[in-house]
T-cell receptor, first 117, second 110 residues
């Protein structure tokens, strides 16, 4: 089934630990995104990648890093987790990054719920 | 002022009624506007998008855009209990990235 796979589905993590959230898509979409969703704050963009080999910072990038070595994978790493990073994380993709009808029509993964204690 | 604002709700309407969801945005350079639906515990899914001023209809859903007033709305006709969800407004601004509102929780009462 075509779509976006995120892992893990849920994780409890001790503060200070390193964590990588995985995201893989099989739709050959050029652009990929990481959002966090917190109650009352909606979805906020952490990092994005318009194409393989490039990444950019979103609204709330501090404490997170990403890489885009190929079209399909876009992992998000928390180098040293803090409790304020407790959230639901969504990976998303779109056919094109910025122009055309497909721009910003996002397909989302199922989400990863992260709790940092 | 937040870039994209929505009433958080909850908004309750009886089954069969019209639900009206509203969204305002601050970036006058915004060109594309999206409505996503998110069921509890699930990921957002696209309902529809609109680029031009006026109305755009898709089945029971109508998106309305007024760029002069920086206002976009979503009307759901003949609301069903299955429409109960959080509705997210998203705006593609001058920076060409999507900014989401915090969402409006809709409950359709049987």
């Amino acid at each position: 089934i075509a779509g976006i796979t995120q892992a893990p589905t849920s994780q409890i993590l001790a503060a200070g630990r390193r964590m990588t959230l995985r995201c893989t898509q099989d739709m050959r979409h050029n652009a990929m995104y990481w959002y966090r969703q917190d109650l009352g704050l909606g979805l906020r963009l952490i990092h994005y990648s318009n194409t393989a080999g490039t990444t950019g910072k979103g609204e709330v990038p501090d404490g997170y890093s990403v890489s885009r070595a190929n079209t399909d994978d876009f992992p998000l790493t928390l180098a040293s987790a803090v409790p304020s990073q407790t959230s639901v994380y969504f990976c998303a993709s779109s056919v094109t990054p910025t122009v055309g009808v497909g721009a910003n029509v996002l397909t989302f993964g199922a989400g990863s719920r992260l709790t940092v204690l | 002022q937040k870039e994209v604002e929505q009433n958080s709700g909850p908004l309750s309407v009886p089954e069969g009624a019209i639900a009206s969801l509203n969204c305002t945005y601050s970036d006058r350079g915004s060109q594309s506007f999206f409505w996503y639906r998110q069921y509890s515990g699930k990921s957002p899914e696209l309902i529809m998008f609109i680029y031009s001023n006026g109305d755009k209809e898709d089945g029971r859903f109508t998106a309305q855009l007024n760029k002069a007033s920086q206002y976009v709305s979503l009307l759901i006709r003949d609301s069903q209990p299955s429409d109960s969800a959080t509705y997210l407004c998203a705006v593609r601004g001058s920076a060409r990235q999507l900014t989401f509102g915090s969402g409006t929780q809709l409950t359709v009462l049987p």
